[in-house]
């Protein structure tokens, strides 16, 4: 809230990258992701892709179905295009999508914390569908005298379950909730424009004093 960070993905350049990774762990636990950087125009245009699928078996395990609970597995899609038109000016165009798939809300488990802190007995389960898209357009002029920026985002979230939810928590069919009443309901959307124009960065001269400017990236992947 009351800071900034700033984060530079590695940008493509005219050669070919790609990767590939894979992990596993407990619970059954399994992560696949795999992506490339490659060039369509030298110097000029750019594209990249990657894709991350995630699963796991859940933390609890219930009673009543003899099954664990909250298995959960996702995808995660990440792709851009990367435009040089002219020297100092940077077009990017990203989009990303996350489809998540979970088996059954968060629980609130009535067992004893310290003898089963990880067991329920619930007599419903539902499936949370929790689908995210995002897109952003960034275009960047830096020339000697100012700098600017545009920032285009859209995001758009759909999120609901496909049966009611067991609001007793309990092998009882008592209470259930309801939490699909359709995309005006079930489905957020915003988007935001910003514009800024800055000074080129100063350079941090020795004994400058509190006026000195320090900056601090972190790069990934």
Do not use: C
């Amino acid at each position: 809230m009351g800071g900034v960070i700033n984060i530079i993905t590695k940008q493509p350049n005219n050669q070919l990258r790609t990767f590939a990774e894979i992990s596993i762990g407990n619970y059954g636990r399994q992560r696949y992701s795999v992506g490339f950087r490659a060039p369509l125009i030298p110097n000029k245009l750019f594209i990249g892709a990657a894709g991350l699928y995630d699963t796991r078996n859940g933390y609890y395990h219930n009673d009543f179905t003899n099954h664990s609970y909250e298995d959960q597995h996702s995808f995660t899609g990440n792709y851009y295009l990367r435009w040089l038109p002219a020297t100092n000016w940077d077009v990017t165009l990203n989009f990303k999508h996350v489809d998540n798939r979970n088996n059954g809300p968060f629980p609130l488990v009535a067992s004893d914390p310290f003898k089963d802190p990880f067991v329920l007995n619930q007599n419903a389960t539902t499936k949370m569908i929790d689908n995210t898209l995002n897109s952003g357009l960034s275009v960047n002029y830096k020339g000697r005298g100012f700098i600017f920026t545009s920032q285009t985002a859209f995001q758009q979230n759909y999120r609901y379950y496909t049966q009611p939810i067991d609001g007793d928590f309990s092998p009882l069919d008592a209470i259930t909730i309801i939490n699909n009443y359709g995309g005006d309901y079930n489905k957020t959307k915003t988007w935001t424009q910003e514009f800024k124009f800055a000074s080129p960065r100063a350079a941090i001269r020795p004994g400058a004093g509190p006026q000195a400017h320090t900056s601090s990236t972190t790069k990934l992947r």
